[in-house]
């Protein structure tokens, strides 16, 4: 819900008019970056969501290393996101270090760095990232697109949409 509160804030508050599928796919990440990493500043999941899409843009494109094609920015861009959550990762690690208690952070991140396997095996930090990139790329599009549906939905039934705001 908070999310949800600065969101509408800063992005539609004032504006009479907004392009719905960037603002849904621009919401949907900074909500994955705070289930996911905890973060709840905008500007970290700005300075995210540029280097994922180009990520994402280029994943399904032949795979040609070759400096200027989508693939090359998208392996460019991986690296970035890698390096960014590396960061994260390390913060939470100092923080763990320090007496900070996991369940002060319920994200993922933090249930990933406390998660053992049957032989009691943290995960690594790349196996981590690899996860986080995972639920990244799994939840983002699909949910950016269904928000955007059902909001083009309600839009286009406002009968629906009374009883929306009514059940509030």
């Known amino acids: 819900d908070g999310i949800l509160v600065r969101f509408i804030q ?34 970290d999941h700005d300075m995210l969501l540029h280097p994922f899409d180009t990520m994402v843009k280029g994943l399904f494109q032949l795979p040609l290393n070759i400096p200027g094609t989508a693939y090359s920015k ?42 053992t396997d049957e032989h009691g095996q943290f995960l690594s930090d790349k196996e981590v990232k690899d996860n986080m990139l995972m639920m990244l790329f799994a939840g983002h599009d699909t949910s950016s697109i269904v928000a955007t549906m059902a909001c083009k939905y309600l839009a286009s039934n406002p009968a629906i ?8």
Request: hydrophobic letters at 45%.
């Open 10 to 43: 800063e992005h539609l508050h004032g504006k009479s008019e907004v392009l719905l599928f960037p603002l849904m796919k621009k919401l949907t990440f900074s909500i994955a970056c705070e289930v996911l990493v905890g973060r709840q500043d905008m500007e």
């Open 74 to 115: 998208a392996m460019a861009a991986s690296d970035a996101v890698r390096k960014q959550l590396q960061v994260w990762i390390d913060e939470r690690r100092r923080g763990m270090a320090t007496g900070i208690s996991v369940t002060e952070h319920p994200d993922i991140l933090s249930g990933l760095l406390k998660y």
């Open 161 to 168: 949409m009374d009883q929306v705001y009514a059940g509030m």
